[in-house]
């Protein structure tokens, strides 16, 4: 099993809300990624959790705050986000926990909308 | 800092034809690139993963090479159908073993 989930598919929310996004994967992988990606770019790391434990955070708002709960899920929950923090949120996870050095899959995403 | 460039932007091409999409990095040191595919809305789909000590991997009609000292690679698609009409992207992993996507070629086969 090659496959990483992520849910919801979409997300619509207002700017004092409180949401979650949840990722899992059940291939054994030790590293975990958070990448958002807005309309025709790339996407662009936010976290990285290696064997549970957050090794990367790439200078994010604290509106973001990610948890791994153990090492088949990843979540990031989500607080007092701006319209700006709209886009297309995408998992990932890789072999080995040693985080870039190893193929990374990826989920299908989760389409934020915030209003 | 590493940057990642992919010429062209966009392409579109007959179906049945044969492609080369290019992929630049400015920081030698890595330990492998990654070729990605992403339609519109989707998340990304690994094609291609080559370590930086090989030359070259292949998958069905994609061939992909590197040239580490050079800074390049290519992904070759043979054949092309309009299925395989999708956003392409490479992504390096350094010495910061985080990947460095570039900005991704467009393509488009007609029909």
């Known amino acids: 099993d090659t496959e990483v989930t992520q849910t919801p598919k979409h997300l619509v929310m207002g700017m004092t809300n409180k949401k979650s996004l949840k990722c899992e994967q059940h291939?054994?992988?030790?590293?975990m990624y958070w990448y958002k990606q807005k309309a025709k770019k790339p996407p662009e790391l936010m976290f990285v959790y290696s064997y549970e434990k957050l090794s990367i955070n790439e200078s994010v708002p604290s509106r973001f705050s990610p948890e791994c709960p153990n090492s088949s899920l990843l979540n990031l929950h989500l607080h007092a986000l701006q319209p700006e923090d709209s886009a297309l949120y995408l998992c990932?996870?890789?072999?080995?926990?040693?985080?870039?050095?190893?193929?990374?899959?990826f989920g299908p995403g989760t389409r934020l909308t915030v209003l | 800092k590493q940057e990642v460039t992919q010429i062209p932007a966009a392409l579109s091409v007959p179906e049945g034809e044969n492609l080369v999409l290019n992929c630049s990095f400015t920081?030698?040191?890595?330990?492998?690139l990654q070729w990605f595919r992403q339609d519109p809305g989707k998340g990304l789909t690994s094609l291609l993963l080559?370590?930086?000590?090989?030359r070259e991997q292949t998958s069905g009609r994609l061939n992909a090479s590197l040239d580490k000292s050079s800074g390049r690679s290519t992904l070759y698609i043979a054949a092309s159908q309009p299925g395989d009409s999708a956003t392409y992207l490479c992504a390096v992993s350094g010495s910061a073993r985080q990947l460095t996507f570039g900005s991704g070629t467009q393509l488009t086969v007609l029909p």
């Open positions: 920081d030698s040191a890595i330990y492998n």
């Open positions: 080559i370590q930086s000590s090989q």
């Open positions: 291939m054994g992988h030790r590293a």
């Open positions: 990932a996870s890789s072999a080995e926990g040693r985080p870039g050095y190893n193929e990374q899959f």
